[in-house]
């Protein structure tokens, strides 16, 4: 902690604004793919480094909550999503968005995947 100071005063400012470039290009990424999803609504982040999505389970036959939605997501595609019960937000689940874009592309691409199967025709 004490090198905190140092490390913010000595940092060029440049890197902390490609940082922020990077982060709201990959939500931009995230929002317009996740919002094309048939019972996924995410929200837009308001200066954090996550991003929240709603599922409508009543669109996934057999699947009753987040943990559920996260645990197959995770078995089925090998994405870790975070479900939200544990921030009293049941119903959504937690993305983080400091990875690169083509990772997030590619993560979106197998959550779109999965929910094409389980959600009710």
Same mark, same amino acid.
């Given at each position: 902690?004490?090198? $905190? %100071?140092?490390? $913010? *005063?000595?940092?060029?400012?440049?890197?902390?604004?490609? !940082?922020?470039?990077?982060?709201?290009?990959?939500? /931009?990424?995230? =929002?317009?793919?996740?919002?094309? +999803?048939?019972?996924?609504?995410? !929200?837009?982040?308001?200066?954090? =480094?996550? @991003?929240? !999505?709603?599922?409508?389970?009543? @669109?996934?036959? /057999?699947?009753?909550?987040?943990?559920?939605? &996260?645990? @197959?997501?995770?078995?089925?595609? *090998?994405?870790? &999503?975070? %479900?939200?019960?544990?921030?009293? =937000? %049941? #119903?959504?689940?937690?993305?983080?968005?400091?990875?690169?874009?083509?990772? =997030?592309?590619?993560? +979106?691409?197998? +959550?779109?995947?999965? &929910?094409?199967?389980?959600? #009710?025709?």
């Amino acid at each position: 902690q004490g090198a $905190l %100071p140092r490390i $913010l *005063s000595e940092t060029p400012k440049e890197f902390f604004r490609s !940082v922020v470039a990077q982060v709201e290009e990959t939500v /931009g990424v995230a =929002m317009t793919a996740l919002d094309a +999803i048939p019972g996924l609504a995410p !929200v837009r982040p308001q200066g954090s =480094m996550f @991003l929240m !999505v709603g599922i409508a389970t009543d @669109l996934f036959p /057999g699947i009753k909550d987040d943990r559920d939605f &996260c645990q @197959l997501l995770l078995k089925e595609e *090998s994405v870790f &999503c975070l %479900p939200a019960t544990i921030f009293n =937000m %049941p #119903k959504y689940f937690r993305i983080v968005t400091t990875i690169p874009k083509e990772k =997030m592309e590619v993560a +979106i691409q197998r +959550i779109a995947e999965f &929910c094409s199967r389980h959600r #009710k025709p």
